[in-house]
């Protein structure tokens, strides 16, 4: 992987204003540009690429009768507001949260749907306790929340424990699910992890050097916490199958291409239909 390659992920997954917030002048381009040390032009040229892929998976997932349909049947008033919380899965600048605000704008532009994205690459179940409180004071008419694939993180080997055991997962999601029914009112949307792809996690040269791995069987136990506690969910497993070698899941084994994206997004939508429509 090449310096610019290498630069091009970090400013895909890694999003300082959320990570952040509380410094001063944090929020603009340039600052932004500075803290992965690329010049601000550069750095918008990135962001806009992702854009791009973004605005092109939207045009062809709604071109697609029953997604199009699903989205504009939808029973959101104007200037609604959806809230996400998670991981990378969804801070991912070209995700299935930024393709499904696309298809928004694309196909309900006098509506103007408000998206917030409060995902950050890296958390697990435990970040959600912190994030669910930003969420829920936005008041929004609908949320997702998707996490659980880095709880089964491990780091440093084999012989070592996830970042997070399930016993905890559960307390974590009890928590969430807790707070977020006391301190909110609109609708709550869980998502499962799927999975990985372990060869080539192993063998990505991002990851290789942190020993990090990430275990299938506790993102599968993780993924039934979350259906047995959580009121509204959406299975996505079904969806990202045989994942050894899939050409939904990116080079790195663990995040998605924007094919795994559109699937994703496209799965969202006609469920959600049936939760909420």
């Not at 601000?40 to 992702?50: G, L």
């Not at 050894?244 to 559109?262: A, C, R, V, Y």
């Amino acid at each position: 992987m090449s310096i610019k390659e290498q630069l091009q992920r970090q400013v895909q997954f890694f999003h300082p204003e959320k990570k952040y917030p509380f410094l001063r002048g944090g929020f603009s381009s340039a600052a932004h540009a500075a803290l992965f040390g690329l010049r601000e032009q550069f750095y918008n040229a990135i962001k806009e690429s992702f854009s791009d892929r973004v605005n092109e998976s939207a045009k062809t997932l709604c071109q697609d009768s029953d997604y199009a349909a699903a989205i504009k049947a939808l029973p959101f008033k104007k200037k609604a507001r959806i809230v996400v919380i998670g991981d990378s899965l969804t801070d991912d600048s070209q995700s299935w949260f930024a393709i499904i605000e696309r298809s928004f704008a694309l196909l309900r532009p006098d509506d103007n749907i408000r998206f917030t994205n409060l995902a950050v690459s890296g958390d697990t179940t435990a970040q959600l306790l912190g994030s669910v409180i930003p969420a829920a004071n936005m008041k929004a008419d609908l949320y997702f929340s998707f996490s659980g694939t880095n709880d089964a993180r491990i780091q440093g080997g084999s012989r070592y424990k996830p970042c997070t055991s399930i016993d905890e997962v559960g307390r974590n999601l009890a928590s969430v699910i807790d707070f977020a029914k006391r301190n909110t009112k609109a609708p709550w949307v869980w998502l499962t992890p799927v999975g990985v792809d372990p060869d080539r996690v192993a063998e990505h040269e991002f990851l290789k050097p942190l020993m990090a791995s990430w275990c299938n069987e506790h993102i599968a136990q993780v993924a039934e916490l979350i259906k047995q506690q959580a009121e509204n969910v959406i299975d996505l497993r079904p969806h990202f199958t045989d994942l050894q070698n899939s050409n939904l899941l990116d080079e790195d084994g663990l995040h998605w291409t924007i094919d795994g994206h559109e699937v994703a997004a496209k799965v969202i939508i006609k469920q959600l239909a049936a939760i909420i429509g």
